[in-house]
C-alpha cells in the first residue's frame, strides 16, 4: 500500500441504532443535555428516522446519530463497534455521576489509557462512556446540563475485534493513524485494548481503541449497537482522500453528497464501516440556527418526495 497522503483530525460521528426515536430523542436531549440538531431520514431508507444529537451548533465532532429501525437488540460480540465515548469538560464526572444515577442509570468508573471515565448504558443498552478533555464544544442555552457540564463531543470510539491485524494495517496505512500505547482491558484484564491516535497530539477526540477478545462470538447488529463511525477530514482535502482510496484498488462507495457534508465508506476486512466525512457545508445550510432541529428536513433529492416520507414516519411529539 501506498503512504497515507492527510490524516483525519478527529472522531466526525457515530451513528447507532435505536428501535424507538421518541424514546431516543427524549434521553439524548433531557437526559444528556445534547441538542437535536437535524431531524431528517437515512438516506439509503426512507422509513427509518435519522437524528443527529450535538453541542449547541451541531460542531464536526459532536454528533451522535442514530437510525430508527424496529430490530431487537444487538447481540453482543466481536467485530463491532463496542463502546462509544463522550467528552465533558474537566471537573466534571463527579457531576455526571450524580446526575445519571438520579436518572436511575448504574454507572460504573473504569480508567483506560490513565483517564478516568464512567461507563454507563441508555435505556436500550447503548454502551456510552464519559471522559474529560479535549477540545471546548459550544454549549446550548437550552440544554438540561448546566454549561459547565455539558457534553463537548466525541470520546474515543472502541472497537472489538477477534485480532489485532488487518484493521490495524487499514488505521496505519490507509488513514494515517498510529500506535499510541495500550492498556489492559477494564472488562477482562488478560486482554489488551490498542490505542490508535489521529495526528501528533492525538487526545480523547482523536483516538479509536482496539479491544482485542479472540473468544467472543461475532456480534448481531441490531437496536443499542452501532452502526458505523465517521473521521473528520478537511472539506479541501475530500477529493485528495477519496482518490487516495481509490488508487488503493479498496471497495469504496465512492464518492457520497450527504447535503450536511461528503463522505466515503470502506468496511475494512473485520467488518467495520468506517466513513470519512467533511466538516462542512454543516447543519446551519438549510436551516435557520437557531432552529436546528425542529422540523423534518430532507436532502434536496428527497424534497420532491416529502408527502410520501412523511406519511410513513410516526410523529416525535
Known amino acids: 500500500m501506498t503512504a497515507h497522503p492527510l490524516i483525519p483530525h478527529g472522531l466526525h460521528h457515530v451513528t447507532a441504532v435505536t428501535a424507538n426515536a421518541r424514546a431516543n430523542l427524549d434521553f439524548y436531549t433531557r437526559v444528556l443535555g445534547l441538542r437535536l440538531v437535524k431531524k431528517t431520514v437515512n438516506q439509503d431508507d426512507v422509513s427509518a428516522y435519522h437524528l443527529f444529537f450535538a453541542d449547541g451548533v451541531g460542531s464536526p465532532g459532536s454528533d451522535l446519530t442514530f437510525f430508527e429501525w424496529p430490530v431487537p437488540p444487538e447481540g453482543r460480540g ?15 464526572l463527579d457531576w455526571w455521576a450524580g446526575h445519571l444515577r438520579g436518572q436511575g442509570l448504574e454507572v460504573t468508573p473504569v480508567t483506560r489509557a490513565g483517564r478516568a471515565h464512567l461507563d454507563f448504558a441508555d435505556p436500550e443498552g447503548q454502551r456510552l462512556s464519559l471522559v474529560e478533555g479535549g477540545p471546548a464544544g459550544v454549549t446550548w442555552e437550552r440544554s438540561t446540563v448546566p454549561a459547565e457540564h455539558q457534553i463537548l463531543g466525541l470520546g474515543p470510539a ?4 477477534p485480532g489485532l491485524f488487518p484493521t490495524e494495517r487499514v488505521l496505519t496505512r490507509v488513514y494515517g ?14 486482554r489488551t485494548v490498542h490505542i490508535y491516535a489521529m495526528g501528533e497530539e492525538g487526545g480523547p477526540h ?17 437496536a443499542g449497537g452501532v452502526h458505523h463511525l465517521a473521521l473528520r477530514v478537511r472539506d479541501e482535502d475530500y477529493p485528495v482522500w477519496a482518490a487516495h482510496l481509490a488508487g488503493l484498488g ?16 470502506f468496511r475494512e476486512p473485520q467488518g467495520i464501516l468506517i466513513e470519512l466525512a467533511t466538516d462542512g ?4 445550510v438549510d436551516e435557520d440556527p437557531a432552529h436546528l432541529g425542529e422540523t423534518l428536513v430532507l436532502a434536496p433529492f428527497l424534497e420532491p418526495h416529502r408527502a410520501q416520507i412523511e406519511a410513513g414516519l410516526t410523529p416525535l411529539s
Open 177 to 190: 493513524l498510529h500506535a499510541a500505547g495500550a492498556y489492559p482491558d477494564p472488562e477482562d484484564p488478560s
Open 78 to 92: 466481536n467485530n463491532s463497534i463496542s463502546r462509544t465515548g463522550l467528552r465533558v469538560p474537566a471537573g466534571s
Open 158 to 161: 472502541e472497537l472489538t475485534l
Open 206 to 222: 482523536a483516538e479509536l481503541h482496539l479491544r482485542v477478545a479472540p473468544s467472543l462470538p461475532p456480534a448481531r447488529p441490531g
Open 250 to 265: 479498496l471497495r469504496t462507495s465512492g464518492e457520497v453528497d450527504r447535503h450536511w457534508f461528503r463522505s466515503v465508506y
Open 281 to 284: 457545508p454543516g447543519f446551519a
